[in-house]
Each structure stands twice: as C-alpha cells, then as structure tokens.
C-alpha cells in the first residue's frame, strides 16, 4: 500500500496567514492527489483533485501544487472558516489511502 | 442537491453482524462508482470500500476483507455495507461517499454513522 505523510500534524496560525502544509506519498503517484477540509463533527470536503484542480465552490485562497511524490497544499490568507483538518488522499492504485491529517489551530 | 444518508449504526458486541445503509438522492445513482470510508474516534480517515456502478466490481482494505461486503441497490438508489465478525477496532464512524465521475476520490459524503464494537 501506498503510504501518505503529512507534515506537520498540526500547526497554529493567525486569521490573515499563509499556511502551507505538505503531504508526501511512498511512491510516485503522478497526480492522483485529493485534498480535504474537516471540521468537528463533519464529514469531509473535498478541496482539491489532481493535486491542484480546485472542485468547484472551493475559495480561491485554496491552492494545491506538487507531482510525483512531493505535494502540497496553501491557504494564501487564512479566514476563521478554515481552522480545520486537512487530509490528502492518494487514488492511484488501490487501497486508497489517506495521510495522517493536518490540524490548524487559531494561535 | 446531492444527499447521501446513512443509517444502521449502533452498538454491537465483538464478533457480532451490523448492516450500514446509504439513501441517496439529487443524483443519477447507477452513474456512479460509491465508497464507503471510516473514521475511528480522535483518529484520521480510512477508505474502506469501493463499487462500480452496476456491482459488477469491488475493492477493499485487507483489513476488512473476508468479513465486510459492499453492495447496491440502484433500483432503490441504496448503498450498503454488510459487517460481519466485527472487532474493536472497526469502532468508527462510517461515511458513504460518492466516487467522483472520473477518478476514485470522493465528491461528496454522508454525515456518517457510528458503528461502535464493545462488549
């Protein structure tokens, strides 16, 4: 199975930052990349596919970039909404598997 | 507007059988490939299981395999996910979710029932 890490595992920032967060596969995925947004007690967001396709309704200040086996995700200004986790999921080959999530936190 | 409701969850003992349901609604349901993905509590997202429109195809983690069956009934536009010999550790809330068009992530998901596993 393709394994997905995240880094960090959970960050702290200020309403208005740049927040970056990375995710890393253990083996080449091309772009087969989704990214997520979850909130307490919520299903899951779908944010991103193909690694940078924003899905439709998603704030531009979302933004996701990377190939291969090295991808990240960046919120451009950060707004109260989007204190959450964040997960990567790679669907390149099955099973399907997701990184270890991202918490980012008020500071 | 796409709606996936899910029902069945609750409490069962070690060893025991459960069958999760997803009602799906505001699209063409035999279109699409489905999924059912857990979350175990305080932890992060597990994809469990995947169908093909008409069930003809499905996929599973290892560790559910042999004991978990998904299945559909597009007539009645019905998810399902039959767990048997369930243990501990498949205590998670369980999310239906709708595969994308073109490619195995997930477009939209259910809000998810709470399968719990304990004596």
């Known amino acids: 199975a393709i394994r997905m890490t995240q880094s960090p595992s959970s960050l702290s920032a200020s309403t208005g930052d740049r927040v970056t967060i990375t995710c890393r596969a253990s083996q080449g995925i091309g772009s087969y990349l989704a990214w997520y947004q979850q909130k307490p007690g919520k299903a899951p967001k779908l944010l991103i596919y193909a690694a940078s396709t924003l899905q439709s309704g998603v704030p531009s200040r979302f933004s996701g970039s990377g190939s291969g086996t090295d991808f990240t995700l960046t919120i451009s200004c950060l707004q109260s909404e989007d204190f959450a986790t964040y997960y990567c999921?790679?669907?390149?080959?099955?099973?399907?598997?997701f990184g270890g999530g991202t918490k980012v936190e008020i500071k | 507007e796409v709606q996936l409701v899910e029902s069945g969850g609750g409490l069962v003992q070690p060893g025991g059988s459960l069958r999760l349901s997803c009602a799906a609604s505001g699209f063409t349901f035999s279109s699409y490939w489905m999924s059912w993905v857990r979350q175990a509590p305080g932890k992060g997202l597990e994809w469990v299981a995947n169908i093909k429109q008409d069930g003809s195809e499905t996929y599973y983690v290892d560790s559910v395999k042999g004991r978990f069956t998904i299945s559909r009934d597009n007539a009645e536009n019905s998810l399902f996910l039959q767990m048997n010999s369930l243990r501990a550790e498949d205590t998670a809330v369980y999310y239906c979710?709708?595969?994308?068009?073109?490619?195995?992530?997930?477009?939209?998901w259910g809000q998810g029932a709470l399968v719990t596993v304990s004596s």
């Open positions: 979710a709708r595969r994308s068009s073109s490619w195995p992530y997930s477009d939209y």
């Open positions: 999921q790679q669907y390149y080959s099955y099973p399907l598997t």
